[in-house]
Nanobody, 111 residues
Framework: QVQLVESGGGLVQAGGSLRLSCRAS????????VAWYRQAPGKEREKVAE???????NYADSVLGRFTIGTDNARNSRWLQMNGLRPEDTGVYYC?????WGQGTQVTVSS
């Protein structure tokens, strides 16, 4: 059974940085597409970054230039480096792959 576990969230001041990790168990990351989503209170879940099966990286306009998605095959994980955080980045962040969601990790950015 595949499980995804996100970690790295927390409370940070505006302008700060966090690095989220999505670790998989039960299956190895290979070339499968992986995406990071976030959901703010009262809003729909939105995709913020992805790595396609071809290795291309795509970002939502709202995070372009501030967030970076990457791979760590040694730890069987995918990560999301978030710099220049803003209060509007607040939400629960989820990774998604293999038609599976993680449980999410809370990111709160204070102004």
């Amino acid at each position: 059974q595949v499980q995804l576990v996100e970690s790295g969230g927390g409370l940070v001041q505006a302008g700060g940085s966090l690095r989220l990790s999505c670790r998989a168990s039960g299956r190895q990351f290979t070339t499968n597409a992986v995406a990071w989503y976030r959901q703010a209170p009262g809003k729909e879940r939105e995709k913020v970054a992805e790595i396609t099966h071809e290795g291309k990286k795509n970002y939502a306009d709202s995070v372009l230039g501030r967030f970076t998605i990457g791979t760590d095959n040694a730890r069987n994980s995918r990560w999301l480096q978030m710099n220049g955080l803003r209060p509007e980045d607040t939400g629960v962040y989820y990774c998604f792959t293999w038609i599976t969601w993680g449980q999410g990790t809370q990111v709160t950015v204070s102004s």
